[in-house]
């Protein structure tokens, strides 16, 4: 047993008789009301999954296991080679064992997916079996599908295994798929817009840096933003699409590369991982609109109120949960202003995004009607890739994709641990919830 997974066993197991013993003699407490209007609009504050990973505070933002993002980013392990952000190797120690990770912990990690990132050659066939056209997180999922092969979860389960067994096989499907997910996200990059020319990895490179290093881009400022990227989206708690979709299909004793390829599915979505898609292309519209160039604060006002006058949404901002800007969002504003907007070099794409900051929440806010005006993590994002030369963004979401899994794998092996059963919540019709309510149809 590796060093990681004897951590994570001697957390684990004891938590999850802890846990039966939690339900017995609490299982009937409630946690509070819940209204028709949360049954109908997506359970918006109904509390109904356990998430060991991470929290999202509405005020607060996302802590990782308590830990914030600046927190991360100052105290957490970096690169030895001059690294000034997170190893995201930590940041997946620190969710599967809950302590803060010395660089001894992110070097085995790092080493361990390492000799695990070997991806069988029939993958790669897979993928090139498909058009060209293919949307290349469809390209991704049907990849992550083509490794199900792999699955020792899957394999020990036809065979037979005890229930006490299944966090352990969850676990190496796990660290097995997040070591190859670097490796397939790239040579789909490499396939659809580099002439189908691949760069094999490069095995003195961390996790983050080598996807970098696949995709053609050594430049150590686009691997230390690679780092951020991967730590700041590696998870938002339980609730949200892709990690509700690991969760929930992992709850039927499906393998983590089906419980992850379906998550995947949920976050090509465009209310979640493809925002980031969205926002460049509303950017790019604006600016051909407005004759091109470094449009003023006040253009881009009158285009927000345009843009909300026809009925549509300004992309980047608001967010299900949180009433404050986002802490990626600022991580990512940090980023641009450390490492890119010094010595008077400046980048208009993401200099409009400052100025989008600006004018837009005040404007949002005077409507009435939206609940938080300020940006979230896709308000940014794709800027920083464009500057560094990532202009393919319908490709972003697959960059997201390979950090979400961070998280959701996490979550899919504490879920294993403690034992969650199938989740099964009920239903009813509207016809049924009226009769509840006493309200009488008039035919």
């Avoid at 109908?40 to 060991?52: A, D, P, R, S």
């Avoid at 660089?103 to 066939?125: C, E, G, L, Q, Y």
């Avoid at 500057?387 to 393919?392: L, R, S």
Wanted: glycine residues 8%; hydrophobic residues 40%; contains cysteine.
């Amino acid at each position: 047993m590796d060093t990681l997974k004897e951590k994570f066993a001697a957390k684990a197991l004891p938590m999850a008789a802890e846990v039966k013993a939690l339900i017995k003699e609490h299982g009937d407490k409630k946690l509070g009301e819940y209204t028709v209007a949360q049954v109908y609009q997506g359970m918006k504050g109904i509390i109904g999954l356990v998430t060991e990973t991470s929290k999202l505070d509405p005020e607060e933002g996302i802590r990782f296991r308590g830990y914030t993002i600046p927190e991360l980013r100052a105290q957490f392990p970096k690169s030895p080679n001059g690294g000034t952000e997170p190893l995201p190797e930590g940041v997946f120690y620190l969710m599967l064992t809950g302590e803060a990770p010395t660089m001894d912990d992110v070097t085995n990690i790092a080493n361990n997916w390492a000799r695990r990132s070997i991806v069988p050659k029939h993958v790669f066939d897979t993928i090139d079996a498909l058009p060209a056209s293919t949307h290349p997180m469809t390209m991704f999922s049907i990849g992550i599908m083509a490794m199900q092969t792999e699955s020792v979860f899957a394999a020990a389960y036809r065979k037979g295994m005890s229930k006490k067994e299944y966090w352990d096989y969850a676990y190496e499907d796990s660290m097995n798929l997040i070591a190859r997910l670097p490796r397939v996200a790239a040579y789909i990059y490499r396939k659809k817009y580099k002439n189908d020319e691949h760069i094999e990895p490069d095995p003195k490179l961390d996790w983050a840096a080598n996807l970098a290093h696949m995709m053609g881009y050594e430049d150590f400022n686009v691997k230390r933003l690679m780092r951020m990227y991967m730590t700041i989206h590696a998870d938002h708690e339980g609730g949200n699409v892709s990690a509700h979709t690991t969760h929930l299909v992992g709850s039927a004793l499906s393998d983590p590369y089906l419980s992850f390829a379906a998550s995947m599915n949920g976050l090509a979505g465009p209310l979640h991982g493809l925002a980031n898609q969205e926002v460049i292309l509303w950017i790019m519209h604006m600016r051909e609109q407005l004759g091109g160039g470094l449009p003023t604060e006040k253009q881009i006002a009158d285009f927000i109120k345009k843009t909300l006058e026809e009925g549509k949404v300004v992309p980047g901002y608001g967010h299900a949960v949180l009433r404050k800007t986002d802490p990626r969002f600022s991580a990512q504003q940090d980023f641009y202003h450390r490492y890119i907007a010094i010595d008077g070099k400046k980048d208009d794409l993401c200099e409009i995004v400052q100025s989008i900051y600006k004018v837009a929440p005040p404007i949002l806010e005077s409507t009435g009607k939206i609940k938080n005006p300020w940006p979230n993590v896709d308000a940014h994002s794709g800027a920083l890739l464009m500057h560094f030369g990532i202009t393919e963004f319908d490709f972003y979401t697959v960059l997201f994709g390979v950090s979400r899994a961070l998280g959701v794998l996490a979550s899919l092996v504490w879920d294993r641990a403690l034992g969650h059963p199938l989740e099964r919540p009920s239903s009813i019709t509207t016809e049924g919830l009226k009769k509840k309510l006493g309200i009488v149809t008039v035919k």
